[in-house]
């Protein structure tokens, strides 16, 4: 590629990285706008097919979303490059793209919940029109289009349209890159402003979760606390980028098959009574050793009491939780009643439910997978027959039914890794929720016997447990399995399944190598 060529196409992207940064901005400065990155990642979520949505978990897990992001950017970059090689001949090119891009955009934008085409079109007419005036600039700045080896050269220096160029191309970058970055800022502070979770005081729990006391936890290095941090907390969802959700607007409507529908507020869910629960919860995609699982204390109001406040008619089969960005679940009405653990939870590890776990309140269900009963920034709850609605994830390959299976896995020493021969611990988690677990039992050696691990003490039969043994490593590659056991007596099976369409199974299997 010439020079010339070169320097059109990045005066391309440029000015489709400075539309989107310009669009971020105003979209972050005024209270409404929707974000059009936002818009366009959620619409790509909702539209990629499902092979290309498990390949992307495997591949980034819970980075996920950064991916998404950065392939957006990427591709706009590349669309703007190849826009500004033909605009150079032909600038009608370039405004029917950016034109292209702003619609686009603001239809992405106008599926948002409260969100009109005419106040998507706002950001999206922003954008369009600074990314070709900035295109439309730096044309000026580097007008020629002769052939690189006819540019006259002064005293050695360089071709002064070449300089002021990039002088040009320099101060377009830093405007995209502080659009983008302050209207991050400002959509993100605006957003949590809005929500009101600062000013939240969470009330006392009428029955409290009991402390984690020292039998709970082993201390080995590297393995997986009994309970895990927020900030560690796994993150699996479709939404792009956090809700909007303003907490004095928010409420939980209870509709459908009951007898009375209901529409709860913050304040009215906080005046009920409220327990505190361990609870794990585990992503269908996770993997068999994989960390899309974590364990946390809940705060909430357990959801039968709130579903007898509105009278479930016996017709009632099936529970569909709704977010506010209309994301979907639904699992059978039963779970709700069987004794399990269900919570509509408004707290995470004794603190109001981080933004990107589900604040204002979520609904959080013992033995379920995820995706059939875990709804983040819940909004409605409905019941309905079983055949008459399916969620989110069913029309796209999974399971409509989705108990959580019992697994095992081994955090410590890590697979693929180098330890010392001699005497070392070998240790992880397991968990089975609403069935506990009640034996872990480990393959030190590729034809070894299993042998019993021993069980930290359990926080509840809803949460996961660590195990550990001790082991004599001796030289070479040493292959090293476990297998964990559930209260009903189960043993989890060696059959290598995918995670799709019902979760993953098979024994969790690492290779060390052992060194002198």
Known sequence: MSSSKLRSATAGALAAGLALGVSEFVAGLVSGLPSLVESLGNWVIDIVPKPVKDLAINLFGTNDKLALLIGIAVVTLLIGAGTGILARTNFSVAVAVFVAFGVLAALAGAREPDTSLGLALVPGGIAAIAGLASLMWLFSLDPSETDDHAAIETDGGTNPSRRSFLVGATAVVGVAALSAGFGRALLVRGNKAVAGRFDVVLPTAKELAPPVLPAAEFGIEGLAPAVVPNPDFYRIDTAFAVPRVSLPDWTLRVTGRVDRPLEITYSDLLDMDMVERYITLSCVSNKVGGDLVGNAKWLGVPLVEVLN????????????????????????????????????????????????????????????????????????????????????????GWAKEAPIKTQSRIDTPVDGG????????????????????????????????????ELSESLSENAWLQWRVEWDASLGRQRIRVRATDGDGNTQTDEIRPPAPDGATGYHTIVVQVDA
């Open 309 to 396: 406040r509105a009278g479930v008619h016996s017709t009632a089969e099936q529970l569909v939780g709704r977010s506010v960005d209309g994301f979907t679940v639904g699992f059978p009405v039963e779970a709700a009643f069987d004794g399990r653990e269900a919570l509509v939870a408004v707290g995470m590890n004794d603190e109001p439910l981080p933004f990107e776990h589900g604040f204002p309140a979520r609904l959080v269900v013992s033995g379920l997978y995820g995706y059939v009963s875990a709804t983040k920034w819940l909004s409605e709850i409905e019941l309905t027959g079983w055949d008459d609605f399916d969620a989110y994830w069913i029309p796209r």
């Open 418 to 453: 180098s330890i010392s021969a001699g005497p070392r611990s070998v240790a992880g988690v397991a968990w089975a929720p609403s069935r506990g677990i009640s034996r872990v039992e480990v393959q030190l050696g590729e034809d070894a016997d299993w042998v019993d691990a």
